[in-house]
């Protein structure tokens, strides 16, 4: 079984910055693409950015130029930098693993973790 493990989240006054973390562990031998989405509150989920592997990505447009992903493949770890935060970032942050390989005998999957809360006050 594969989990995956955020933390980093908090509040912050608008103009700040905050940095999460997700580690994925288990019997991992691969894993396509890592990504972050976010729920405010009375929304839908929603991509904030996508990692593959090979390090191509891709921003929410809220979030272009404010948001940097970045990932370490050996430590299956994806990173999120996120700065001048304004309100309208507030929202649960989730991180997913996509397309994970465990075994050569059974399909590929998506992991989901937890959430962990950003909170940015004007």
């Known amino acids: 079984q594969v989990q995956l493990l955020e933390s980093g989240g908090g509040l912050v006054q608008a103009g700040g910055s905050l940095r999460l973390s997700c580690a994925a562990s288990?019997?991992?031998?691969?894993?396509?693409?890592m990504a972050w989405y976010r729920q405010a509150p009375g929304n839908q989920r929603e991509l904030v950015v996508t990692i593959t592997n090979l390090g191509t990505t891709n921003y929410a447009d809220a979030v272009k130029g404010r948001f940097i992903i970045s990932r370490d493949n050996a430590k299956n770890t994806v990173y999120l930098q996120m700065n001048s935060l304004k309100p309208e970032d507030t929202a649960v942050y989730y991180c997913?693993?996509?397309?994970?390989?465990?075994?050569?005998?059974?399909?590929?999957?998506?992991?989901w973790g937890q959430g962990t809360q950003v909170t940015v006050s004007s």
């Open positions: 997913a693993a996509l397309q994970v390989r465990t075994s050569i005998m059974v399909p590929r999957r998506d992991y």
């Open positions: 288990g019997s991992i031998l691969s894993i396509n693409t």
